[in-house]
């Protein structure tokens, strides 16, 4: 195939490309691509620098509140705009882009983004039920895959991975991301990152990633998105940012900054976070973007008065692009004039968005990712199909199965499927679903009547999402008395988590909890199958039902994902990566609590505890069940005195004592039982996935290095202190053996 090399021939005139011999990946080596982005830089006029730190979106799918901006297609002409979002597919972005290349001055290539969050296409759990797999490589193949679509269709960067930490369940976006815990999301979102940029951006199957929403976002108060969120610096720096740590080492390409109050300061202004952290701390060498409108936004917060005064903070904060909030754009000049800012600043903003765009090889051939015919062929593909559901399975926790109701036999005379969830399409991909449709989803209906035959599938809706209609309770009570089993396919519906999405009830919506109760007096094997963005207060039906599986909002193939585990053709694996309350009242609860002066029980007066309900959650984190059991045995430390922080070694048997071979997650947390700050009563700082056949035993190893067992201290300094420690090691936070070593 004949190479052709290109040469950027740059004169005042604008770009005179001399098209001689183009590699087919384009060396974007740093070197190389700096000395480009400088020679581009040369040639810009201030304005054409501004028009690069402004990002519009497209008027397809707007993300956020429509802000006001001028006429799209001539300030592209004009040069004012770096980068487009919500601009889908080979052929739309191939014609904004040539009004780019072929009708602006200096014909620089535009860089579109797209919030592929959980798949493109083909789509995935969600990620909070992508990270109950606990399945690194599973979340690096998804991002891998949605990553592939993307790129066929036009896109070069995606708003993902959201990395905020929650620990709050009322909060929508908890199904964003990937739970409670650090070290579970920073290992997550290091698999997320290298699956979307994959090993070189020069590939075309690789779009760069963004690390969101920094920081802070997660711990909203009350749960009510975009709301106040507050906290220590230790707080923030040993829960909120080690996955952005992770997605910066892992070398996420681009950070967005988020649209919270961070202390008093909100984080698109905060230079300690952005400029200090970050940029510097940090030494991150990639593009951060506002959050849509949160520049201008910042007036409202109450920090700035005017779009003026928001661009000083946010730019002197650290924030290169401005999504939607056309300050940038309007008011740079002036804050240059008015020497707020400096031209060395916006060069070293536009040198890292010049980057980005010679690091994917727009500038070598800007159509390269608008190609139709490879659009057409890539999207849906089988294979990407068939690890949706391999994902989507492996995100499945079994919560409970009294009496062995799991799993069930394809030999069954007749089910009553009953809920909203059955056969909800569109319910299926969830929020954030990019360009998934509704209409390539198999349901949980239309797959059991594949493998059972319609006629052994007695199906009533039952009651809707989340309204009191219970009109539907007649048939479907028919239906679960004429069946020998019941499948209750209830929940949320696929818009109720997400941005904007909080819920101070997080119980099952609607009437469908008391149809779910009517149905388990019936006393017939029964499963509840629950469909939600985040944990929903269980305990009514966890008496009655006998038994639960959480799916999540499982994605396109949510019906063989499902019936595979229900007929045991996958022996469930998942684990909870966030707590499931006993009572909303309980909020925040989370695993990695600190201990307090008078820990304590509901039977302990004098002690930290509720008249009314437990302190402990109704599932806690890491739990989930399996077909089989498996039993943990012989903890041993390779010392009981760690003196020169070489890593501890720690080993484990684990006996799979049931029928079914089965994978089991198992958990290494540590306590550090004195410090000069106090410490949670456990952290999650290990795991690994065994298969074991029934009745097999192995041994697990896991190394406990000094990282492990640093934190900040009362001056705010990371290291470690000499004292106690306990190690755990078990099937969940709350089912562990342990051990104990002293660090000298
Ligand atoms: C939204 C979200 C952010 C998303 C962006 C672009 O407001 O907060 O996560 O990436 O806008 O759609």
Redesign the pocket.
């Given at each position: 195939m004949k190479k052709i090399i290109f040469l950027a021939a740059m004169s005042i005139l604008g770009i005179t490309a001399c098209k001689t011999v183009v590699k087919e990946t384009p060396d974007n080596s740093e070197k190389e691509v700096m000395k480009k982005a400088d020679s581009v830089l040369a040639l810009m006029t201030l304005d054409e620098k501004i028009g690069q730190l402004n990002q519009f979106?497209g008027d397809g799918e707007l993300?956020?509140p429509v802000a006001l901006r001028p006429d799209l297609l001539q300030s592209i002409r004009d040069g004012k705009v770096g980068s487009m979002?919500?601009i889908n597919g080979a052929d739309y972005t191939r014609k904004i882009q040539k009004i780019a290349i072929e009708e602006s001055r200096l014909k620089i290539p535009l860089i579109f983004?797209y919030?592929v969050i959980h798949g493109y296409k083909t789509i995935f759990p969600i990620p909070l039920g992508e990270a109950a797999s606990w399945d690194i490589e599973v979340a690096e193949r998804s991002a891998r895959i949605g990553a592939t679509e993307a790129a066929a269709a036009g896109q070069h960067w995606t708003?993902a991975p959201?990395v905020d930490i929650a620990r709050d369940p009322r909060w929508g976006r908890i199904m964003?991301g990937s739970g409670e815990d650090p070290y579970l999301g920073s290992r997550l979102a290091e698999a997320r990152v290298k699956g979307f940029q994959g090993k070189n951006l020069a590939d075309i199957t690789t779009i760069l990633a963004?690390a969101?929403?920094y920081a802070g976002y997660g711990n909203a108060q009350a749960g009510r998105d975009y709301y106040t969120t507050d906290m220590s610096d230790n707080t923030l720096r040993e829960i909120y940012l080690p996955p952005f740590k992770a997605a910066a080492k892992a070398g996420v390409e681009t950070f967005?900054s988020a649209?919270n109050d961070l202390n008093g300061v909100p984080a698109t202004g905060n230079k300690y976070l952005i400029h200090d952290i970050l940029k510097t701390e940090w030494a991150f060498k990639g593009m951060v973007v506002s959050?849509?409108g949160s520049i201008s936004e910042m007036i409202p917060h109450g920090i700035v008065a005017n779009k003026y005064e928001a661009g000083d903070l946010a730019f002197n904060a650290g924030v290169d692009m401005d999504?939607e909030g056309n300050v940038y754009l309007t008011e740079m000049k002036n804050l240059l004039k008015d020497g707020n800012i400096t031209e060395a600043q916006i060069d070293e903003s536009v040198r890292r968005v010049l980057r980005l765009k010679f690091l994917l090889g727009l500038f070598e051939d800007p159509y390269r990712y608008s190609n139709t015919e490879r659009e057409s062929q890539t999207l849906l593909k089988p294979e990407f199909l068939a690890e949706a559901r391999d994902a989507a399975r492996k995100s499945f926790v079994l919560l409970k199965n009294e009496n062995q109701v799991l799993p069930l036999n394809i030999s069954v005379k007749s089910v009553a499927l009953i809920g909203p969830a059955a056969d909800a399409a569109d319910d299926m991909i969830g929020n954030w679903s990019g360009r998934g449709e509704g209409k390539h989803v198999i349901t949980l209906k239309k797959e059991l009547e594949t493998r059972l035959g319609a006629g052994k599938v007695l199906y009533a809706k039952g009651a809707n999402f989340n309204d009191s209609d219970k009109s539907g309770f007649a048939a479907a009570m028919a239906a679960a008395r004429r069946a020998d089993i019941i499948i209750a396919a209830c929940g949320e519906a696929g818009m109720m988590s997400g941005?904007s999405m909080s819920r101070a009830d997080i119980s099952i919506p609607g009437v469908q909890e008391e149809l779910i109760l009517e149905m388990a007096k019936l006393g017939k094997p029964m499963v509840l199958v629950l469909f939600n963005g985040r944990p929903l207060i269980l305990t009514k039906v966890n008496t009655f039902v006998p038994a639960i599986l959480e799916a999540w909002i499982p994605g396109t193939m949510t019906g063989p994902a499902l019936c595979d585990v229900l007929f045991g053709e996958y022996n469930p694996s998942g684990k909870l990566p966030v707590t499931f309350p006993y009572s909303v009242g309980q909020i925040p609860i989370y695993y990695n609590h600190k201990n307090s002066g008078r820990p304590g029980s509901q039977e302990q007066k004098f002690t930290s505890r509720y008249l009314d309900v437990p302190n402990d959650p109704l599932f806690p984190f890491g739990y989930g069940l399996s077909y089989t059991q498996f039993a943990y045995n012989n903890l041993i430390l390779s010392e009981s005195i760690v003196s020169d922080i070489h890593p501890l070694e720690v080993r484990v048997d684990i006996k799979n004592t049931g029928l079914v071979a089965g994978t089991e997650t198992v958990q290494l947390y540590i306590r550090d039982l004195v410090g000069s700050v106090t410490r949670p009563v456990k952290e999650l700082k290990g795991f690994t996935k065994v298969m074991l056949k029934a009745g097999e035993v192995q041994t697990v190893s896991f190394k406990v290095a000094k990282e492990d067992l640093s934190f900040y201290n009362r001056e705010g300094v990371w290291g470690t202190e000499p004292g106690k420690f306990k190690v755990f090691v078990g099937t969940n936070s709350q089912n562990t053996i342990e051990a104990g070593f002293e660090l000298k």
């Open positions: 979106s993300t956020g979002l919500n983004g919030d708003f959201m964003e963004c969101k929403h967005m649209f959050d849509w999504m941005e």
